[in-house]
């Protein structure tokens, strides 16, 4: 597992030309956040909000939205290695990094809310989905 590592690090040091759009994971393109985002997290939730799903449905919606976190993750990661080698906009670059931690935190109180409803501890998952629509600008 190591080898793949110093290879992927070796990889990225010397390809210059690598850039965050190159790098999927998932359903998420790690060179474009919002909109990426914004399609993924819309394909599992949309379907469930308007209706009332059962608890199966909320629960493989946790699930996918708790891979979903984890591949923000891997994009935030990815994105500061790219970054990392690559001259330019610091500033710019430490926010477009930053951005992809804020999804990921996101993504997992989504996931969260979903299973506190789903326990009847808190209130419903469409009101935080509907403020996560606000602050990333989509209708549902």
């Keep these: 597992m190591r080898f793949g590592w110093l290879i992927f690090l070796g990889l990225t040091i010397v390809s210059p030309s690598w850039s965050a759009e ?5 359903d998420l393109n790690c060179g474009d956040p919002l909109n990426s985002s914004r399609v993924a997290v819309k394909k599992i939730l949309d379907p469930l909000y308007q209706g009332q799903p059962e608890e199966a449905q909320l629960r493989d919606a946790n699930t996918k939205l708790d891979k979903l976190s984890k591949d923000a993750a891997y994009c935030r990661l990815q994105t500061h290695l790219v970054f990392s080698t690559q001259e330019g906009d610091d500033a710019a670059m430490r926010q477009f990094v930053a951005e992809w931690g804020a999804l990921n935190q996101w993504l997992g ?19 935080e989905y509907d403020f996560f629509a606000e602050i990333y600008e989509f209708e549902i």
């Design 22 to 26: 190159d790098i999927k994971k998932g």
């Design 109 to 127: 109180r989504l996931a969260g809310a979903i299973e506190r409803d789903i326990s009847g501890a808190g209130p419903s998952w469409r009101e």
